[in-house]
């Protein structure tokens, strides 16, 4: 059975602090792993990484995947309010239409 | 751009009361999926539909049924909704998985069984 896992379960920081959260995994056929941020409503794709050591960065934020040691993380630096949110982490599709095997999520909140 | 709609946004049943949850998305994409969201739980994937007239259970399908009714739409239906199905459920598309592909969702229908 897959298992994605993610730590902390919740954080709370202080704007401009810089964060870094954590998802490990056990997965078979691994093709990818993908963040979402999800604030009130439906998920919203931030990353999808496929190769070890690789960043990939979108403003504040970036994040990379260690297929040797299984983990990937998500780091934010500079926070601000907006950026409170539950991020998530899945074990991408692996063919076919199986979906995603998500973890339980990283509660953000980050103080004024 | 629409993305993926879902509607009701919010509902409460009576347990043991039936319901459709109605799903649309308008990227022609072939892969269409429910999930389940619970508080400390994450998303969990109830049924997927690879293409139109397939459909396939997930990791939570007891008490659920589904209905691919065309390339767009994806239905889920709770036939005797139970205090257990209280949930936000998620609908979302994809096109078949590939090394770039990412799932679109829609924005939930929060449902309270009492």
């Known amino acids: 059975e897959d298992k994605v896992v993610q730590s902390p379960l919740s954080l709370v920081v202080h704007e401009g602090d810089t964060v870094t959260l954590n998802c490990s995994y056990e997965v078979t056929n691994f093709r990818s792993l993908l963040w979402y941020k999800q604030e009130k409503k439906a998920p919203t794709f931030l990353f999808m990484l496929t190769s070890s050591g690789i960043e990939k960065k979108s403003g504040r934020l970036s994040s990379i995947l260690d297929k040797k040691e299984l983990f990937s993380i998500l780091n934010i630096t500079a926070t601000q309010t907006g950026d409170s949110a539950v991020y998530l982490c899945a074990r991408g599709g692996r063919g076919g239409a199986d979906g995603l095997t998500f973890g339980k999520g990283t509660h953000l909140i980050i103080q004024p | 751009n629409a993305g993926v709609t879902q509607t009701p946004k919010f509902q409460v049943l009576k347990t043991g009361q039936s319901m459709t949850l109605q799903c649309a998305q308008d990227?022609?994409?072939?892969?269409m999926y429910w999930y389940r969201q619970d508080p400390g739980m994450g998303l969990r994937l109830i049924y997927y539909?690879?293409?139109?007239?397939?459909?396939d259970k997930g990791e939570v399908p007891n008490g659920y049924n589904v209905s691919r009714l065309n390339k767009r739409e994806f239905s889920l239906r709770l036939e005797s909704a139970a205090p257990s199905q209280t949930s936000v459920y998620f609908c979302?598309?994809?096109?078949?998985?590939?090394?770039?592909?990412?799932?679109?969702f829609g924005q939930g229908t929060r449902l309270t069984v009492v």
């Open positions: 979302a598309s994809s096109e078949p998985w590939t090394v770039n592909t990412e799932a679109f």
């Open positions: 990227m022609n994409h072939n892969s």
């Open positions: 539909s690879a293409s139109e007239g397939t459909t």
